[in-house]
């Protein structure tokens, strides 16, 4: 082989070789396994926000529903806070701020109430319902209503099925259905699993106003009150948008 070629060759395999090495350095650059994760992030806590955006139902699907606190979805405790300033303009009475470490219940929402119109006087429910799924995947509701009849309170219940998108009543006794004892509404969530509690009440001031409230598995759902001829109502808070409005 003469002088010439083997000095091709040679060039040929300095250029590979250079080529080579330049790739591999930069796509060291580009990939490093070793690199630590940006200054106030740990890796679990990378490894978690991975994980919630794997599982869409982490932040709006099991959590959704209800009035939430600051620590736990902020935004919407900050709709919430501002609503409720909505309503102290509109009812032009003083309401104190929500406590954002607490879940906003009938309780909290009475305590926020209770500067401008005083005491609560008595609390009256209206309704309260309890769903339960059986072991067949069934879907009822044990439904007690209080009604006022010969100046007494009394209460009535209903238990129902839903079946291909009907409610079924389940049929009752006269003696089941009217002022049924907690022993016996016990013995009827004892037909499936327990998945969701409502209430509805009444609680009256010593103003005179009263505020008329939802409670879902214990965070407000709704609640109405009216005071000096002007009212103010709120609906939805487990939906996207808490829908409220003065009137």
Not at 170 to 179: D, H, V
Request: contains cysteine; glycine residues 6%.
């Amino acid at each position: 082989m003469d002088k010439k070629r083997i000095a091709l060759l040679l060039l040929l395999f300095a250029t590979i070789g250079i080529w080579l090495f330049i790739n591999q350095k930069s796509s060291g650059q580009d990939i490093d396994q070793g690199a630590e994760p940006a200054e106030g992030i740990s890796a679990t806590d990378l490894d978690e926000e991975q994980k919630q955006a794997q599982n869409p139902t982490s932040a709006e699907g099991a959590n959704s529903g209800f009035l939430p606190t600051e620590m736990a979805e902020p935004e919407r405790f900050k709709l919430l806070q501002e609503e409720i300033q909505k309503m102290s303009e509109c009812l032009e009475i003083q309401v104190d701020p929500l406590d954002p470490n607490e879940d906003i219940n009938i309780a909290t929402l009475n305590q926020s109430l209770q500067k401008d119109l005083g005491e609560a006087l008595m609390e009256e429910e209206d309704w309260n319902s309890t769903d339960i799924r059986t072991s067949s995947g069934e879907l009822r509701r044990i439904l007690v209503t209080s009604r006022d009849a010969d100046q007494r309170r009394e209460r009535v219940v209903r238990y129902s099925a839903f079946r291909e998108g009907q409610e079924v009543e389940l049929g009752l006794s006269s003696e089941q259905t009217e002022n049924p004892s907690e022993t016996f509404l016990a013995s009827l969530e004892k037909d499936g699993e327990v998945f969701a509690k409502s209430y509805a009440k009444k609680i009256f001031y010593a103003s005179g106003d009263v505020l008329s409230v939802v409670e879902k598995d214990g965070k407000v759902f709704s609640w109405n009150i009216s005071h000096n001829g002007k009212g103010f109502s709120c609906s939805d808070a487990d939906g996207a948008k808490l829908k409220c409005q003065c009137q």
